[in-house]
């Protein structure tokens, strides 16, 4: 139980700061309410359309593709850091590892998903 008491002791005091936080905030915090105030904005753009709005498929496939290559290549940078460790081994792993990104890639291109029309 030792071990456990200083994570037991941050916890009561970070939960104490929040509670400390949100209190004083709506305590002291100004209250004026106005329709102006109360309207919904996202990045200070005042909402033209419907949030029913139906997006193409195209853009989910879009932001997917960029997502999956992303994360894939986030690999590399461990690899790159323990390349020296890893030798011809790592090497020939790696090499697997980007002609199976580059035919996922060349695949999706085939297909038209990287087309933006």
């Known amino acids: 139980m030792d071990t456990f008491f200083p994570i037991f002791v941050i916890s009561i005091m970070v939960l104490a700061v929040v509670g400390l936080m949100l209190g004083l905030s709506s305590w002291i915090g100004p209250k004026s309410h106005n329709p ?8 200070g753009v005042d909402p033209i359309s419907s ?6 498929v195209k ?7 960029f997502i999956i ?8 940078f461990p690899w ?6 890893l030798g011809l081994f790592g ?4 090499g697997f590892f ?20």
Do not use: H, N
């Open 98 to 117: 980007l002609i199976i990104v580059i035919i996922g890639l060349i695949y999706a291109w085939k297909e038209g998903m990287l087309e933006w029309e």
């Open 80 to 85: 790159a850091v323990r390349f020296k460790k």
């Open 51 to 56: 949030p029913k709005e139906i997006f193409s």
């Open 59 to 65: 853009f989910y496939t879009v932001a997917q593709l």
């Open 91 to 94: 090497l020939f792993e790696m």
């Open 69 to 76: 290559f992303d994360i894939e290549l986030i690999f590399l």
């Open 36 to 43: 102006a105030k109360d309207q919904p904005f996202e990045c």
